[in-house]
């Protein structure tokens, strides 16, 4: 019976991890809030993140997560916080010190995605859905070797 | 790749109808053959005795036949390799080219760059290219993500865009028209739905196209306009698109500055018509799911006010 | 029958008779039905395909799923299906066909067995569950590595290949043991059945090309899981090194589905033609020239990529001169049929759709050889046409050719002869129209691995052809079980040797029995029951003085099969079970973490050595029948 639960529960992260979610259905657009518990367990929504960290030039400030005229991001220092509303905020509203608001500049959608990949960045989400190194020069672990333990 | 345009194209297609004739000869002979041994030997409905004279006896007849046909085949695969040499090798020498084009390939849009060696004429657009008649043209193919193949079957054959790599093609148009080609390598979701137009045209006529490329977007004719303008600066289309002559410069999608000069839209999935268009902004996904481009919902006006500026960009 | 033998030989009943059994005929059977299985299932995602493409802008699957349609459906069909179908014929036939009780490494055939089956589940458990690779099945890089392809579906994919891999590379070990020290006494290579000699010739294949492959996938898995770049330019790799890896075991592959193809046609002819095989060493050479050449060939797959057009011209040449071999073998067949009485049950109408469809196949392949054909053809529908007409044509038509020839020594019935005409006619007439539009649609400029295509290019008609033919195909298929079905259940027992057959596996019973053979024939020629029954034996004729208490088996040698040595075969063992069971978790682990490597190796080492471990009652056995000098 516990056996059948594990694998339950084995094969449901499965289910999380692999779906692509392409389209936000009506109901979700109003507020993705809900969506974002799922993203850190959801592998296509960190690979975009990733790619749109790229895309939007956060690396212009943060590097790859190193830092440099912004904060590190894969650090366990966060001035605004860490949870993903706190990161939410932090690029939609922009923070004093040179953060600029994007709000109206991403979508809703891309933005908790951008989140979920920040979280990755210091090994908050699941290792098996993390992304792994992006085909570019090597920055350093990739986001699914990385633990909040290290 | 029946209907060749260039000569590119026609190589491949002289070739091929050599190839064809030799094959479909082989074919029918090695039918025909089979048919006969079919038709003339005895039949038997269950296990007649077996017949085991060929063990002690050279069977000289079908010795000669075979050596035969296996001789005919060597000669004609000869020819096929010969023919296929000499073809590779004209494929190769278009000679020194005249327009030089870099195309680079995106999931799922193709990018190109003209003249991009020379700062004073170089011009960027997407999806569809012209080029002058009778000119040869060089295409250095890149990659930004994963491995493209360019391929105008009208005009020449494929090759593939690999990242880390330039590989170049040449091929020329000899006649005037609009030829469709298709991305030829696997490369994810929307693999299905980038394709490209290529629309060869008089040299006078490419010239003033090109001109016409060059020229920055053009200021907004009026206040609808410019809120859209507004619109398209402010919100997330410039996070990604270039617009010339505006604060637009995005480059990981198409560059627009001469979006309304287009047939197509979406990497030639869609008509370029005003309610095409419109549908593209708001809900992308729902026609190409996996892009790349997220859902833009906006009030009316607003689309509005973007649908006259957008239309604008001739 | 001989009850001794039948009590030495012969696995033990019940459950854990299934966990243990080791006879190469249940594992042979095994090995069939299990293909077959994925063979029906590969055909179902086929047919969801064909749904989606019968018409423009179609809204049955959406893209991401169209995608895993046609990664399974390649990745069943070449890795599932056509090689362990073959392997599965060759485990159960070549004992029977050398005189042998056993193959040689029973019980690593067993092993082999289970890892292909775990394998195959855990692509279908991870297809089930959305996990599903959609890559492609040729899982091109960069859109296989770790930025384009999130989540683990490409790591299962390859994972099924290291599974995929190392049950066929065991498979082929067995393979070439077996033929090569198995074979009865007097059964030198020169006499050896044209079906041995493909599958020992393929075996070899397999071992200098699957490597390549087990590589190629781990790096991809390496890539993703723990950073290295072996495909990233960006810090030194390279896209295309993928692709060299994965061709070069790749173009063998499908060789290693078509010459076994050849080995049934080279059985099932002469039988229907009731005459000896014409030109046998022209064969034999033909056989080994092809596995050569298979070898030179595996850059055609990559000449629209960045490679030196010099270079590319040699791979033109080799791919075309290919056609050479293949040639003599279609002309020798001929020539056998010219001259022989014909004979056109079943399986010999299969036989003969070879003639129509594998060589359109084969010209349609001199077609694309050429690299300048090969740029506008390229990943087009003409080469899936290519590529179907030659792997069904060469390979599956001959294969239920082969099942419907064997299927008496099998079971111990026949199938309908009248069923299995319908069979063939629907299953070669739904073929044509499935899949000749294929190069009409190629040469209009569809490209290959599309889940729609637009309205307006007059591609639709022939693909609603070609999905209307795949209709056809699966009532054909539908047929097919049905006539199994009936066989077993209402069909009468037939006798030895219904086709009247020449080489060995004919004179065992039907089904034979644990132990094969009553006695080991000693072999005089070719044909040898054809040879028997025109010259009566008059020197002795089987082996006498192997132990009947104790697997005892004769080992010949490898060239002229003179009596080398008695061996003593293992017993039915749970362990190879256990240890597929202990590998099985060490591969499906190491797709979720490095560690599984360390930390699974644990088990899977205690497995084997318990495997490998001596039992004493068997050591005393052995002993007791030892002959000293």
């Given amino acids: 019976m516990r056996l059948a639960a594990l694998l339950l529960l084995v094969l449901a992260a499965g289910c999380e991890r692999e779906a692509r979610q392409f389209q936000v259905p009506p109901a979700q657009a109003k507020s993705l809030k809900p969506g974002y518990a799922n993203n850190e367990r959801n592998a296509y929504a960190m690979s975009q993140g990733k790619t749109l960290f790229r895309w939007f030039n956060c690396n212009g400030c943060h590097a790859g997560g190193g830092g440099g005229m912004g904060p590190p991001l894969m650090s366990d220092a966060w001035r605004y916080g860490n949870t993903p509303d706190d990161i939410y905020k932090s690029i939609m509203d922009g923070r004093p010190n040179g953060m600029p608001s994007f709000r109206g500049r991403i979508a809703e959608e891309q933005a908790w995605q951008l989140v979920a990949y920040v979280r990755s960045m210091s090994g908050y989400a699941r290792q098996d859905a993390a992304p792994g190194r992006a085909d570019a020069l090597y920055p350093g672990d990739p986001e699914n070797r990385r633990d909040t333990r290290n | ?314 | 029958m001989n009850p001794l033998l039948e009590k030495t030989w012969s696995d033990p009943p019940g459950v854990s008779g299934f966990f243990s059994a080791i006879d190469h005929k249940t594992i042979g059977l095994r090995y069939l039905v299990t293909a077959f299985g994925f063979f029906v299932a590969a055909g179902l995602l086929a047919a969801l395909m064909r749904m989606q493409l019968s018409r423009p802008e179609n809204t049955l699957v959406g893209p991401d799923l169209y995608n895993q349609l046609f990664t399974m459906h390649g990745t069943t069909m070449m890795f599932l299906f056509a090689v362990p179908v073959m392997q599965g014929m060759a485990i159960y036939l070549l004992p029977l066909m050398l005189g042998s009780r056993s193959v040689a490494f029973p019980r690593m055939t067993a092993f082999s067995y289970w890892i292909y089956l775990f394998g195959g589940l855990m692509l279908y458990v991870a297809f089930f569950l959305n996990i599903g690779p959609d890559a492609g099945w040729f899982s091109y890089v960069p859109l296989a590595g770790p930025e384009y392809s999130p989540g683990k579906r490409v790591d299962f994919w390859a994972q099924t290949i290291t599974f995929s891999e190392l049950s066929g590379l065991l498979a082929a070990v067995t393979v070439i043991a077996t033929v090569l020290k198995l074979r009865a006494p007097g059964m030198t290579l020169a006499r050896m059945p044209l079906f041995v000699w493909a599958m020992l010739v393929t075996a070899f294949m397999i071992l200098f090309a699957m490597p390549a492959v087990m590589l190629a996938s781990t790096a991809l898995i390496l890539d993703r899981l723990v950073g290295t770049h072996f495909y990233n330019p960006a810090e030194g790799g390279d896209a295309v090194l993928w692709q060299h890896l994965f061709w070069f075991f790749g173009h063998p592959e499908v060789y290693f589905i078509f010459i076994p193809g050849l080995a049934f046609m080279s059985t099932i002819i002469p039988t229907f033609s009731r005459r000896p095989m014409f030109g046998y060493p022209a064969m034999v050479l033909a056989l080994i020239a092809t596995a050569f050449l298979a070898f030179g060939l595996w850059v055609h797959h990559m000449f629209a990529a960045h490679l030196p057009e010099l270079g590319k011209s040699f791979f033109t040449a080799a791919s075309m001169l290919i056609a050479i071999p293949t040639a003599i073998q279609i002309f020798c067949w001929i020539a056998t049929m010219w001259k022989g009485r014909l004979w056109l049950a079943t399986p010999m109408l299969f036989s003969l759709a070879f003639f129509f469809v594998l060589v359109a196949g084969g010209l349609t392949g001199i077609m694309v050889a050429s690299v300048p054909l090969d740029f506008q053809l390229h990943d087009t529908y003409f080469v899936v046409a290519h590529l179907h007409y030659v792997l069904i044509g060469g390979a599956v038509f001959p294969l239920f050719g082969a099942w419907y020839y064997w299927w008496p020594k099998f079971t111990g019935r026949m199938l309908s002869e009248r069923l299995g005409k319908w069979q063939f006619w629907l299953f070669f007439i739904g073929f044509e129209v499935a899949f000749y539009p294929m190069h009409h649609l190629g040469l209009q400029g569809m490209p290959r691995r599309v889940y729609t295509y637009p309205a307006d290019l007059g591609w639709d008609g022939l693909n609603m052809l070609s999905s209307l033919g795949a209709v056809v195909i699966a009532s054909s298929m539908l047929l097919f079980v049905a006539n199994c079905m009936l066989s077993l259940r209402r069909a009468a027992p037939c006798p030895e040797n219904p086709w009247g057959a020449g080489t060995l596996e004919w004179a065992t019973a039907s089904p034979p029995r644990a132990y094969n053979f009553d006695a080991i024939p000693i072999v005089r020629a070719r044909d040898p029951l054809w040879e028997a029954s025109r010259e009566p034996p008059s020197e002795p004729d089987h082996v006498v003085g192997l132990a009947e208490k104790v697997r005892e088996a004769l080992v010949t040698t490898a060239v002229e099969a003179m009596p080398d040595h008695r061996a003593t075969f293992p017993n039915p063992s749970v362990w190879p079970f256990i240890s597929a069971v202990a590998v099985t978790v060490l591969f499906v682990g190491s797709i979720f973490t490095p560690w599984a490597v360390v930390w699974a190796s644990l088990p899977v080492a205690i497995a084997v050595t318990l495997w490998f471990w001596p039992r004493h009652k068997e050591t005393v056995e052995h002993l007791a029948i030892e002959k000293r000098p």
């Avoid at chain 2, 999935?269 to 996996?290: E, F, S, V, Y």
């Avoid at chain 2, 997220?294 to 009316?300: G, L, Q, R, S, T």
């Fill in chain 2, 1 to 314: 790749m029946l209907d060749a345009a260039g000569p590119q194209a026609a190589r491949v297609l002289d070739l091929w109808w050599l190839t064809l004739a030799i094959c479909l000869l082989v074919f029918f002979g090695v039918l025909l053959f089979c048919g006969l041994a079919l038709w003339r030997a005895p039949k038997t409905q269950g296990p007649a005795a077996p017949d085991l004279a060929s063990l002690s006896m050279a069977e000289r007849g079908p010795r000669a036949a075979v050596a035969v046909a296996v001789a005919a085949s060597t000669g004609l695969l000869f020819v096929l390799i010969i023919a296929s040499f000499v073809a590779d090798r004209a494929l190769a020498n278009m000679g020194p080219p005249d327009l030089k084009i870099e195309l680079t390939g995106h999931r799922w849009w193709w990018e190109a760059r003209y003249d991009a060696s020379d700062p004073s004429k170089t011009f960027a657009t997407a999806n569809e290219l012209h080029i002058p008649v009778g000119r040869t043209v060089l295409l250095e193919l890149k990659a930004d993500d994963v491995i493209h193949s360019f391929w105008v079957p009208n005009l020449a054959g494929k090759k593939d865009l690999i990242p880390g790599r330039t590989a170049t093609l040449s091929l020329r148009a000899d006649r005037a028209g609009t030829y469709r080609g298709q991305c030829a390598e696997f490369c994810g979701v929307q693999h299905a739905k980038m394709a490209l137009l290529v629309t060869a045209m008089p040299q006078d006529e490419y010239d003033k196209w090109a001109a016409a490329q060059r020229e920055s977007a053009p200021e907004p004719a009026d206040k609808q306009q410019a809120r859209g303008l507004e619109l398209f600066v402010n919100g997330t289309c410039a996070m990604c698109h270039a617009i010339q002559g505006t604060p637009a410069h995005g480059r990981r999608a198409p560059d627009l500055t001469h979006l309304a000069s287009r047939r197509t839209l979406a990497a030639g999935t869609l008509p370029n018509t005003r309610g095409h268009l419109a549908g593209w902004i708001l809900d992308p996904q729902g026609i190409k799911p996996g892009v790349n481009m997220p859902a833009n919902p906006m009030p009316p006006e607003d689309l509005d006010a973007l649908l006259a500026y957008l239309e604008a960009l001739k």
